[in-house]
Nanobody
Framework: QVQLVESGGGSVQAGGSLRLSCAVS????????IKWFRQAPGKEREGVAA???????KYRESVKGRFTISKDKSKNTLYLQMNSLKPEDTAMYYC???????????????????WGQGTQVTVSS
């Protein structure tokens, strides 16, 4: 069983920055994919960023160059640094996990087993 708790969301103006955190507990090994997703009202949940099992960071095209995923193994925490935020980044942001090794970024939302409660990001123009 894995528990995920997101934090760090908020309201910012366009061009601003936020850093999201995903605290992971309950897992004792590193054989998990953990991915950031987001969902805007009326839209499907979409993948934002993840580390593949080889350590490569992957991003959706619209956030490349603006968002950075990182992790602190000592704290069991995954981060998402979001810079140059745009109104279209407004969404509920979730982290999700599945016990699996491979190309984590390619996994769809339905394939992830564990989900956090989400943290809201609102970007005003």
């Amino acid at each position: 069983q894995v528990q995920l708790v997101e934090s760090g969301g908020g309201s910012v103006q366009a061009g601003g920055s936020l850093r999201l955190s995903c605290a992971v507990s309950g897992s004792t090994d590193s054989n998990y994919c953990i991915k950031w997703f987001r969902q805007a009202p009326g839209k499907e949940r979409e993948g934002v960023a993840a580390f593949d099992s080889d350590g490569t960071a992957k991003y959706r095209e619209s956030v490349k160059g603006r968002f950075t995923i990182s992790k602190d193994k000592s704290k069991n925490t995954l981060y998402l640094q979001m810079n140059s935020l745009k109104p279209e980044d407004t969404a509920m942001y979730y982290c999700a996990a599945i016990r699996w090794l491979g190309r984590c970024f390619l996994l769809a939302p339905s394939e992830y087993t564990y989900w956090g409660q989400g943290t809201q990001v609102t970007v005003s123009s």
